[in-house]
């Protein structure tokens, strides 16, 4: 599996739709696909399920190019939005490692609902480096430590009660520590986040 540069980071600083999505292809593309390649037989051997890469097309897009980009993991060969999955991806500032339950997922509200019947284990287990987001498109997360259990449970609450709100919790690393990271110092650490994230996963 190769490393992320700074070069692979200044690929969002290319202005134009067109010539950032080439650069995405051609510079950051492959990387995600071997990381797919890599973390799908360790994901489905910790989640008992089929695990399957897939890597962000942005095909969606027709005039903002892509701030993030990112390889998602999910149960089903066809797509993972509308499933709760794994990804590890990267924005400008950092490289990032969710486990992600996203608006288009059909269950949101029931998965919601478990996530506050265990709210006090999620609160004790999750460590205090990592993250929560409420909207996977924004690079803006909260620390764990800096939550209080009622702040975490609102997040959970509203995962419930707003159709686009979506529950994020993982791991970043900075830029600067990711460009001198060695392979198997990347490969370690993702797989350190996945296990403590395994239980958000576990409870669907």
């Given at each position: 599996?190769?490393?992320?540069?700074?070069?692979?980071?200044?690929?969002?600083?290319?202005?134009?739709?067109?010539?950032?999505?080439?650069?995405?292809?051609?510079?950051?593309?492959?990387?995600?696909?071997?990381?797919?390649?890599?973390?799908?037989?360790?994901?489905?051997?910790?989640?008992?399920?089929?695990?399957?890469?897939?890597?962000?097309?942005?095909?969606?897009r027709?005039?903002?190019?892509p701030?993030?980009?990112?390889?998602?993991?999910?149960?089903?060969?066809?797509?993972?939005?509308?499933?709760?999955?794994?990804?590890?991806?990267?924005?400008?500032?950092?490289?990032?490692?969710?486990?992600?339950?996203?608006?288009?997922?059909?269950?949101?509200?029931?998965?919601?609902?478990?996530?506050?019947?265990?709210?006090?284990?999620?609160?004790?287990?999750?460590?205090?480096?990592?993250?929560?987001?409420?909207?996977?498109?924004?690079?803006?997360?909260?620390?764990?430590?800096?939550?209080?259990?009622?702040?975490?449970?609102?997040?959970?609450?509203?995962?419930?009660?707003?159709?686009?709100?979506?529950?994020?919790?993982?791991?970043?690393?900075?830029?600067?520590?990711?460009?001198?990271?060695?392979?198997?110092e990347?490969?370690?650490?993702?797989?350190?986040?996945?296990?403590?994230?395994?239980?958000?996963?576990?409870?669907?």
């Amino acid at each position: 599996m190769t490393s992320f540069t700074s070069k692979d980071f200044h690929v969002f600083q290319i202005d134009g739709l067109d010539e950032r999505m080439e650069a995405l292809k051609t510079t950051i593309r492959p990387k995600l696909e071997e990381i797919g390649r890599h973390f799908a037989p360790t994901l489905s051997t910790m989640t008992g399920d089929e695990m399957f890469p897939h890597v962000a097309k942005h095909a969606r897009r027709t005039k903002n190019p892509p701030k993030d980009t990112w390889v998602a993991f999910a149960s089903n060969s066809r797509g993972y939005k509308m499933l709760p999955h794994f990804q590890i991806g990267l924005w400008e500032t950092h490289v990032f490692i969710w486990f992600a339950l996203i608006y288009e997922a059909p269950h949101k509200e029931e998965y919601a609902k478990t996530l506050q019947n265990h709210l006090d284990q999620i609160y004790i287990e999750i460590p205090d480096d990592f993250v929560w987001s409420g909207d996977h498109t924004k690079p803006e997360v909260v620390k764990h430590s800096t939550l209080s259990k009622e702040e975490l449970e609102a997040l959970f609450i509203r995962l419930k009660n707003v159709k686009k709100a979506e529950i994020l919790c993982g791991y970043q690393i900075p830029r600067e520590q990711v460009v001198k990271m060695s392979n198997n110092e990347m490969i370690n650490q993702i797989d350190e986040v996945f296990k403590k994230l395994l239980p958000l996963y576990q409870l669907v």
